[in-house]
C-alpha cells in the first residue's frame, strides 16, 4: 500500500469516527476549521524544515509527487486525519467523563 492511499484511508476513517462513530461533528464546525489554518501553518513550516535538509525523505514511487512547502501533499491529508481523529477522540472522552 502507498502511502496515499494510506494517507486517503486515514482520512475516510477520521471522517468516519468524526461524523458517525463519535458523533462530535467537528467537521461541521467553524471552530474546527479556525483551529485547523492554526495547525496546517505549523505543519507546512515543520514539513519545509524537515524535507527540505533531507532530515525526511520519501520513496517517490509510494507519493503522487505534488508538494506544498517541500513536503509531499499525502502529509497535509494524514495530517488533516491526525487532527480530526484526535479532537475527535478528546471530545468524546471529555463527554463521556462529565456523564459519570
Do not use: H
Not at 8 to 14: G, S
Not at 41 to 47: E, S
Amino acid at each position: 500500500m502507498t502511502y496515499t492511499q494510506l494517507a486517503i484511508f486515514a482520512i475516510m476513517c477520521a471522517i468516519i469516527f468524526d461524523l458517525y462513530i463519535a458523533r462530535t461533528q467537528l467537521l461541521k464546525r467553524k471552530v474546527f476549521w479556525t483551529s485547523y489554518v492554526i495547525i496546517i501553518f505549523f505543519q507546512l513550516l515543520t514539513n519545509w524544515w524537515l524535507t527540505s535538509r533531507n532530515i525526511v525523505m520519501y520513496d517517490p514511487s509510494v507519493i503522487i509527487g505534488f508538494r506544498i512547502a517541500s513536503a509531499p501533499v499525502e502529509d497535509l491529508l494524514f495530517g488533516f486525519a491526525l487532527v480530526l481523529g484526535i479532537l475527535s477522540n478528546w471530545i468524546r472522552i471529555g463527554a463521556l467523563e462529565k456523564q459519570r
